[in-house]
């Protein structure tokens, strides 16, 4: 159980446009979703949290109006990387927390790489 | 702010070696402490992890980590490593009771670790 799919996987892009990467959880219900970024080499840095209903709680340094994230359903959360640009280039990992506020364990999708010309 | 060290970022080691990577964070109040491992090509899955109770925790493939609350460190171990242990290996620290942090993963930069037959 627990498990947490992304799509796409791959993403190329030209810049300027807007992408949109879907977070699914597939056999438990996510109260709170995170959306994380992870660059070559280095640890996973959080973007946003959001919960189920709320509007997404973003981290310091990180545009809202660029990186627009829905959580509309249990089982589902939206990030759209707005007029992306070849420095938004990068791994984007979901995670999902069955319980309210990430307490519980969080499960990780496979990621979405974003390439952008 | 919290942080997460892990000592290490690039193991190299035999089949049947024993294995243990470091891992210390900054946090003084009460913490929820995991392990996860990404294998090449891979997700993140849960190696194991530390709400409270037993500081020895034992998790899947063989893994444990001990919970040393005095010297702010969550050390994963494994007595006799495999070829299919050749990942990266991220401990992940959250700590509660701040409002800033609750509910949020602040992860380590990784380990690379290299199972050479």
């Known amino acids: 159980g627990a498990v947490v799919s992304q799509h796409p996987s791959r993403v190329i892009c030209k810049s300027g446009t807007s992408v949109k990467i879907e977070c699914r959880s597939l056999?438990?219900?996510?109260?709170?979703m995170f959306w994380y970024r992870q660059f070559p080499k280095q640890s996973l840095m959080l973007m946003a949290t959001?919960?189920?209903?709320?509007?997404?709680?973003?981290e310091q340094g990180v545009e809202k109006d660029k990186f627009l994230i829905n959580h509309a359903s249990l089982t589902l959360s939206t990030l759209t990387v707005t007029s992306a640009h070849p420095e938004d280039s990068s791994f984007y990992i979901c995670?999902?927390?069955?319980?309210?506020?990430?307490?519980?364990?969080?499960?990780f999708g496979p990621g979405t790489r974003l390439t952008v010309l | 702010a919290q942080s997460v060290s892990q000592h290490n970022h690039h193991v190299i080691l035999s089949e049947a070696a024993s294995l243990e990577l470091g891992c210390n964070y900054s946090?003084?109040?009460?913490?929820?402490l995991f392990w996860y491992v990404q294998y090449p090509g891979q997700h993140l899955q849960l190696l194991l992890k530390?709400?409270?109770?037993?500081?020895l925790v034992k998790g899947i493939k063989g893994f444990e980590a001990e919970f040393i609350k005095s010297k702010f460190s969550f050390n994963l171990r494994k007595p006799s490593v495999q070829w299919s242990d050749t990942a990266e290996y991220f401990c992940?620290?959250?700590?509660?009771?701040?409002?800033?942090?609750?509910?949020?993963?602040?992860f380590g930069a990784g380990t690379q670790v290299v199972v050479t037959p």
């Open positions: 992940a620290v959250n700590a509660l009771g701040t409002t800033d942090s609750w509910g949020k993963l602040q």
């Open positions: 959001s919960n189920e209903g709320s509007k997404a709680t973003y």
């Open positions: 530390y709400f409270s109770g037993d500081p």
């Open positions: 056999d438990f219900q996510a109260t709170t």
């Open positions: 946090y003084g109040g009460t913490v929820n």
């Open positions: 995670s999902a927390s069955r319980l309210a506020g990430g307490l519980d364990t969080q499960y």
